[in-house]
Nanobody, 120 residues
């Protein structure tokens, strides 16, 4: 099993910044993609940023220029730097990673989520 633990959420004023972290542990041979999703109340979970181990990076339009995803493959870690936060960024943020174990089994794991609240 591969477990993900997120940290870094909290309460911030509009225009503020937060940095989310996600670290994976367990039987990991390779991580092919690391991503961040979010789910606001009453809405579906949406992909906001993803980075693959081939260097491909995706960032959804609503956060482009404000959020930056970075990864550290040696540490099995992903980060989401969020700046110029808006009220509409309030959501639970989830980390997702997919890859393979040492036995060649594929995995797709989610963290429990971390709450980000943007409020004045």
């Amino acid at each position: 099993q591969v477990q993900l633990v997120e940290s870094g959420g909290g309460l911030v004023q509009p225009g503020g910044s937060l940095r989310l972290s996600c670290v994976a542990s367990g039987d990991i041979f390779v991580i092919n993609a690391m991503g961040w999703y979010r789910q606001a109340p009453g809405k579906e979970r949406e992909l906001i940023a993803q980075k693959t181990n081939t260097g491909y990076t995706y960032v959804t339009n609503s956060v482009k220029g404000r959020f930056t995803i970075s990864t550290d493959n040696a540490q099995n870690a992903a980060y989401l730097q969020m700046t110029s936060l808006k009220l509409e960024d309030t959501a639970v943020y989830y980390c997702n990673m997919r890859g393979s174990t040492s036995r060649g089994d594929g995995f797709g794991s989610w963290g429990r989520g971390t709450q980000v609240t943007v409020s004045s």
